[in-house]
């Protein structure tokens, strides 16, 4: 399902708002229970308001599917995602995420190694 779910990622980021960086990211997370949720990035002209792919796909998750933390077993990003997105892999209690790192190469990780000594309120 891994490389389906990256297909996905990259299929969507054709669909990215990127006017100002040309920077097509796309995300695909897979719930539990089989459904699959997309998001892209969205940038805004005032860059800290626009959306990272990842939160995207991960709100639709929750909007359209009532889905919370622990529904969601893993995510295929088109890139490594940025620290904030790390937290909210992290969060929502993620089994893999998978993205092309810089060398090109598919890779997996759990949130947690992706992000160590995370923030975590519960």
Known sequence: MTDELFERAVAVAERAYAPYSNYLVGAAVLARDGRVFEGVNVEN??????????????????????????????????????????????????????????????????????LPETWDLT
């Open 45 to 114: 002209a005032s860059y800290p308001l626009g959306i990272c792919a990842e939160r995207a796909a991960l709100s639709r998750a929750v909007v359209e599917g009532g889905c919370r933390p622990g529904d969601l077993e893993a995510m295929a990003i088109t890139v490594s995602p940025c620290g904030g997105c790390r937290q909210w892999l992290y969060e929502f209690r993620l089994d893999r995420v998978t993205f092309r790192n810089r060398e090109g190469e598919i890779v997996s990780y759990t949130p947690a190694e992706l």
